[in-house]
C-alpha cells in the first residue's frame, strides 16, 4: 500500500472515531427523553408558547427577559425553537432532542479547534471524546433555556479567533480568506443573543487582539465587526424601537453594582466568590463531586499555561478563555451558573491537550487521570440526568414526567366529567405551565380540557377558560414550594376551603394534586 492511500484509509478512520465519538455524545444527552425526564417549568412553557405564536405568523424582534428588568436578550432563541415545535405539534421532548443535537455538534467545534491549534489528530479526538462526557454539557442540552445555545456558540466565537488570528495561512483558502473574523463575529453575535450578559467575551477577544496584533489587518477587523454588527441587528432594533429600555437597565446595573463593590462586599470576597464558581466549571467537566478539586487545578493549569505563553499560546489561548467571566464579578456572576455558559468546552480542551501530553511522559498516570475524568462525569449524567436540569433550574422536580402523571390523574379521577384546577405557582398566579401542558397533552389524550377557577389569568400568555366558581369535581394543583412563599401555600389552601373540601391527595415527586369536592 502506498503513503497516499495509508493517508486516506488513516483519514477515513479518524473521521469514522469523531462520528463515534458524536453518536456517543448526542446519546448520553438524549437518553433519559424517553421517560419524560425533563425540567418544564415557568421559562419552559412561556417559550413554547411564544415559539407557537411565532409559528402562527406573529412574528417576534424581543427576546426572553433577563434576570434585571428591562433587560432582554436577544430574540433568536424563539426562532431556533418555533421549527422543533412545529414539528413536533407542541411537544418539548422533540424540542428537547433538537437542542440536543445542536449541543452535540460542539464536539465537531471542539475537534476543529484543537487541530487547528496543535496538528495533532489523537489529541483533537481525546479533547472532542472529554467533551462529549462532560456533565455540564449533558446538563446544558436539554434544558429549554435560552443560554443552552451558547454551549456552541461561544467556542463557535473562539475558533474564529484562533482561525484569524493563529491560523490564517493554514487554511485551504491561506490568507485569502475571511472566514476567522466571519466566525468570531457570529459566534461573539450568537452568544449575546442566546444570554445578553455574555458580552463579556469581547473583552478576551480583544486582549487576544492585543496580544497578537501583528496578526491582524484593519480589513479583518472592519468585516468582525460588520459580522457582529449584524448579528445583534435585532437587539439594536429592540432598543429604537422600545426607547433604549436595556440601555437603561444596563445602566442602572452597572450602577447598583459599582455601589455593591464599594460597600458590601471586598475586592477580595469577589474574588473568592469567583474562584469558587471557576472551580464549580472546572469540576463539572471533570470529576463533578469535588469542587474543591476543580479549584485548585483550574488555578494551577491556568497560571501555567499563560506563564508559558511564549512556549505555546495554544493552552494560555484557553486559560483566558476560562478566566474569561472575571470580568462578570463584579455584577453579581459569580452567583449565576449559565453565565458562564461556553466555558466547559475550554475545559474540554485543556484537558485533552495536557492528558495527551501526560500519556507521553507518564503512561500510566495519564490513564488513571482519563478514567477518573470519565468514571466523575458518567456518574453523575446516570445520577442526576434523570432528575432534569438540576444544575439550573430552581424547582428540582418540576419534570414533565411528574406532571403528565399529575395530569393523567386529573382526568381518572374526574372520569370524563367538567372538571375544574386550580394552582399554586412559582411565578405566583402564573398558571401558563399547565395550561400549555393541559391543552398540548391532556386535550390530545382525552379529547377535552379543565375550567380555570383560580386567579384572573388576563393579560397571560395563554388561558384556560375561567369560570368564578369550581366545578363539582375540582383539583387544586401545588407546585415544587422552591422559591415560593409558605404564607401563599396557607393562603391558597384557606381560599380553596371557603367552598370545596380536600377528598383524596396524592403527591408526584414535589407536586401536589389535591382532589376537591363542592360543600
Given at each position: 500500500?502506498?503513503?497516499?492511500?495509508?493517508?486516506?484509509?488513516?483519514?477515513?478512520?479518524?473521521?469514522?472515531?469523531?462520528?463515534?465519538?458524536?453518536?456517543?455524545?448526542?446519546s448520553?444527552?438524549?437518553?433519559?427523553?424517553?421517560?419524560?425526564?425533563?425540567?418544564?417549568?415557568?421559562?419552559?412553557?412561556?417559550?413554547?408558547?411564544?415559539?407557537?405564536?411565532?409559528?402562527?405568523?406573529?412574528?417576534?424582534?424581543?427576546?426572553?427577559p433577563?434576570?434585571?428588568?428591562?433587560?432582554y436578550?436577544?430574540?433568536?432563541?424563539?426562532?431556533?425553537?418555533?421549527?422543533?415545535?412545529?414539528?413536533?405539534?407542541?411537544s418539548?421532548?422533540?424540542?428537547?432532542?433538537?437542542?440536543?443535537?445542536?449541543?452535540?455538534?460542539?464536539?465537531?467545534?471542539?475537534?476543529?479547534?484543537?487541530?487547528?491549534?496543535?496538528g495533532?489528530?489523537k489529541?483533537?479526538?481525546l479533547s472532542?471524546?472529554?467533551?462529549a462526557?462532560?456533565?455540564?454539557?449533558?446538563?446544558?442540552?436539554?434544558?429549554?433555556?435560552?443560554?443552552?445555545?451558547?454551549?456552541?456558540?461561544?467556542?463557535?466565537?473562539?475558533?474564529?479567533?484562533?482561525?484569524?488570528?493563529?491560523?490564517?495561512?493554514?487554511?485551504?483558502?491561506?490568507?485569502?480568506?475571511?472566514?476567522?473574523?466571519?466566525?468570531?463575529g457570529?459566534?461573539?453575535?450568537?452568544?449575546?443573543?442566546?444570554?445578553?450578559?455574555?458580552?463579556?467575551?469581547?473583552?478576551?477577544?480583544i486582549?487576544?487582539?492585543?496580544?497578537?496584533?501583528?496578526?491582524?489587518?484593519?480589513?479583518?477587523?472592519?468585516?468582525?465587526?460588520?459580522?457582529?454588527?449584524?448579528?445583534?441587528?435585532?437587539?439594536?432594533?429592540?432598543?429604537f424601537?422600545?426607547?433604549?429600555?436595556?440601555?437603561?437597565?444596563?445602566?442602572?446595573?452597572?450602577?447598583?453594582?459599582?455601589?455593591?463593590?464599594?460597600?458590601?462586599?471586598?475586592?477580595?470576597?469577589?474574588?473568592?466568590?469567583?474562584?469558587?464558581?471557576?472551580?464549580?466549571?472546572?469540576?463539572?467537566?471533570?470529576?463533578?463531586g469535588?469542587?474543591?478539586?476543580?479549584?485548585?487545578?483550574?488555578?494551577?493549569?491556568?497560571?501555567y499555561?499563560?506563564?508559558?505563553?511564549?512556549?505555546?499560546?495554544?493552552?494560555?489561548?484557553?486559560?483566558?478563555?476560562?478566566?474569561?467571566?472575571?470580568?462578570?464579578?463584579?455584577?453579581?456572576?459569580?452567583?449565576?451558573?449559565?453565565?458562564?455558559?461556553?466555558?466547559?468546552?475550554?475545559?474540554?480542551?485543556?484537558?485533552?491537550?495536557?492528558?495527551?501530553?501526560?500519556?507521553?511522559?507518564?503512561?500510566?498516570?495519564?490513564?488513571?487521570?482519563?478514567?477518573?475524568?470519565?468514571?466523575?462525569n458518567?456518574?453523575?449524567?446516570?445520577?442526576?440526568?434523570?432528575l432534569?436540569?438540576?444544575?439550573?433550574?430552581?424547582q428540582?422536580?418540576?419534570?414533565?414526567?411528574?406532571?403528565?402523571?399529575?395530569?393523567?390523574?386529573?382526568?381518572?379521577?374526574?372520569?370524563?366529567?367538567?372538571?375544574?384546577?386550580?394552582s399554586?405557582?412559582?411565578?405566583?398566579?402564573?398558571?401558563?405551565?399547565?395550561?400549555?401542558?393541559?391543552?398540548?397533552?391532556?386535550?390530545?389524550?382525552?379529547?377535552?380540557?379543565?375550567l380555570?377557577?383560580g386567579?384572573?389569568?388576563?393579560?397571560?400568555?395563554?388561558?384556560?377558560?375561567?369560570?368564578?366558581?369550581?366545578?363539582?369535581t375540582?383539583?387544586?394543583?401545588?407546585?415544587?414550594?422552591?422559591?415560593?412563599?409558605?404564607?401563599?401555600?396557607?393562603?391558597?389552601?384557606?381560599?380553596?376551603?371557603?367552598?370545596?373540601?380536600?377528598?383524596?391527595?396524592?403527591?408526584?415527586?414535589?407536586?401536589?394534586?389535591?382532589?376537591?369536592?363542592?360543600?
Amino acid at each position: 500500500m502506498d503513503m497516499k492511500n495509508l493517508k486516506t484509509k488513516s483519514k477515513k478512520s479518524y473521521n469514522l472515531l469523531l462520528l463515534i465519538i458524536f453518536v456517543f455524545a448526542f446519546s448520553l444527552r438524549v437518553m433519559f427523553l424517553q421517560s419524560n425526564s425533563l425540567t418544564f417549568g415557568y421559562d419552559q412553557a412561556r417559550d413554547a408558547l411564544i415559539a407557537k405564536q411565532i409559528i402562527s405568523g406573529d412574528l417576534k424582534i424581543q427576546g426572553p427577559p433577563s434576570s434585571q428588568p428591562g433587560l432582554y436578550h436577544g430574540v433568536l432563541y424563539y426562532y431556533l425553537l418555533a421549527p422543533a415545535y412545529l414539528i413536533g405539534n407542541g411537544s418539548p421532548i422533540v424540542t428537547a432532542y433538537y437542542l440536543a443535537f445542536l449541543n452535540s455538534l460542539t464536539v465537531l467545534i471542539v475537534f476543529y479547534l484543537a487541530k487547528l491549534a496543535t496538528g495533532n489528530i489523537k489529541l483533537s479526538l481525546l479533547s472532542s471524546f472529554l467533551f462529549a462526557i462532560s456533565f455540564e454539557a449533558t446538563q446544558y442540552a436539554t434544558w429549554l433555556s435560552n443560554p443552552t445555545i451558547a454551549i456552541w456558540t461561544v467556542p463557535l466565537m473562539y475558533l474564529g479567533l484562533w482561525i484569524w488570528i493563529e491560523n490564517k495561512h493554514s487554511l485551504p483558502l491561506r490568507g485569502k480568506s475571511n472566514l476567522g473574523p466571519i466566525l468570531a463575529g457570529i459566534g461573539l453575535g450568537l452568544s449575546i443573543q442566546a444570554e445578553i450578559f455574555l458580552v463579556y467575551n469581547i473583552i478576551p477577544l480583544i486582549i487576544w487582539i492585543l496580544f497578537r496584533k501583528q496578526n491582524i489587518s484593519k480589513k479583518s477587523l472592519i468585516i468582525f465587526g460588520g459580522t457582529l454588527v449584524l448579528v445583534v441587528s435585532s437587539l439594536i432594533l429592540c432598543e429604537f424601537k422600545f426607547g433604549f429600555n436595556s440601555l437603561v437597565a444596563a445602566k442602572s446595573l452597572a450602577n447598583s453594582s459599582g455601589g455593591n463593590l464599594a460597600y458590601a462586599k471586598s475586592v477580595g470576597d469577589y474574588l473568592i466568590l469567583y474562584l469558587n464558581q471557576i472551580g464549580r466549571i472546572f469540576a463539572f467537566n471533570t470529576y463533578p463531586g469535588n469542587i474543591g478539586y476543580g479549584g485548585v487545578s483550574v488555578i494551577v493549569l491556568g497560571i501555567y499555561s499563560l506563564i508559558n505563553f511564549k512556549k505555546n499560546p495554544y493552552p494560555a489561548f484557553l486559560a483566558i478563555w476560562i478566566f474569561s467571566h472575571l470580568s462578570v464579578v463584579t455584577v453579581g456572576g459569580t452567583s449565576t451558573p449559565f453565565l458562564m455558559v461556553g466555558i466547559g468546552p475550554a475545559v474540554s480542551l485543556m484537558l485533552g491537550f495536557y492528558v495527551y501530553k501526560l500519556f507521553n511522559k507518564q503512561a500510566l498516570i495519564a490513564f488513571l487521570l482519563l478514567l477518573i475524568i470519565v468514571y466523575g462525569n458518567l456518574s453523575y449524567v446516570f445520577s442526576q440526568n434523570k432528575l432534569g436540569s438540576t444544575l439550573f433550574s430552581i424547582q428540582k422536580d418540576m419534570l414533565l414526567s411528574k406532571q403528565i402523571a399529575a395530569i393523567d390523574y386529573t382526568y381518572k379521577l374526574a372520569d370524563g366529567r367538567p372538571f375544574s384546577i386550580n394552582s399554586l405557582t412559582s411565578p405566583l398566579w402564573i398558571n401558563i405551565v399547565w395550561t400549555y401542558l393541559y391543552k398540548w397533552y391532556g386535550e390530545k389524550t382525552y379529547g377535552y380540557i379543565p375550567l380555570w377557577h383560580g386567579k384572573d389569568q388576563i393579560g397571560q400568555l395563554d388561558s384556560l377558560e375561567r369560570i368564578e366558581d369550581p366545578t363539582e369535581t375540582s383539583f387544586l394543583i401545588l407546585e415544587p414550594m422552591a422559591g415560593i412563599p409558605a404564607r401563599y401555600l396557607e393562603e391558597t389552601i384557606g381560599e380553596e376551603d371557603v367552598d370545596t373540601v380536600t377528598v383524596e391527595q396524592k403527591s408526584f415527586g414535589e407536586i401536589t394534586i389535591q382532589k376537591r369536592k363542592k360543600m
